[in-house]
T-cell receptor, first 110, second 114 residues
């Protein structure tokens, strides 16, 4: 069983839709839960992070963590074409070692 | 203008050739990392260094080597022993203070085999 499972997509939605991206994990020792956004042929950039179960909101983005189910989600409200990118979940294991999901490719069309 | 730079943007390797990818940061970060990204597989850790003159193998170190002679620089050499080197290589750095921080990534180098 992989430590992290993430559906690679692609996910195609119309502009203005609510997008839900998800990851499951198997390692209870993961401490921080992160979402990175990666535009084509660029390095990933941190979008959001949290270290506890529950919701964290930042503008149109909401990160949700359910430690009991080992499940994390990223919701994007009022999606825009500029949100088209690959979204990677990431988890902290040990001292600053990150474990990444495979990434979900999102396309938001006008 | 602080950040992480990687060069070159594209690199071509011939069979049996060693090539070196450059990574420089001016963020005063102690730790630096090298990842490999293949389609559908996310990022996998090759090597990391938490301090100058020290580095550790990551999950897929075979066929790669690194050095950390300066805090700002962490070059990666892809040796001829790496049989499938075609990938997108990402360098990251982290952490200049006591509080937890995430890693910051460079723009990447795409390596292609001729």
């Amino acid at each position: 069983q992989k430590e992290v499972e993430q559906d690679p997509g692609p996910l195609s939605v119309p502009e203005g839709a609510i997008v839900s991206l998800n990851c499951t994990y198997s390692n209870s020792a993961f401490q921080y839960f992160m979402w990175y956004r990666q535009y084509s042929r660029k390095g990933p950039e941190l979008l959001m992070y949290t270290y506890s179960s529950g919701n964290k909101e930042d503008g149109r983005f909401t990160a949700q963590v359910d430690k009991s189910s080992k499940y994390i989600s990223l919701f994007i409200r009022d999606s825009q074409p500029s949100d088209s990118a690959t979204y990677l979940c990431a988890f902290l294991r040990g001292y600053n070692k990150l474990i990444f999901g495979a990434g979900t490719r999102l396309a938001v069309h006008p | 203008d602080g950040g992480i730079t990687q060069s070159p943007k594209y690199l071509f390797r011939k069979e049996g050739q060693n090539v070196t990818l450059s990574c420089e940061q001016n963020l005063n970060h102690d730790a630096m990392y090298w990842y490999r990204q293949d389609p559908g597989q996310g990022l996998r850790l090759i090597y990391y260094s938490q301090i100058v003159n020290d580095f550790q193998k990551g999950d897929i170190a075979e066929g790669y080597s690194v050095s950390r002679e300066k805090k700002e620089s962490f070059p990666l050499t892809v040796t001829s022993a790496q049989k499938n080197p075609t990938a997108f290589y990402l360098c990251a750095s982290c952490c200049g203070g006591p509080a937890w921080e995430t890693q910051y990534f460079g723009p990447g180098t795409r390596l292609l085999v001729l």
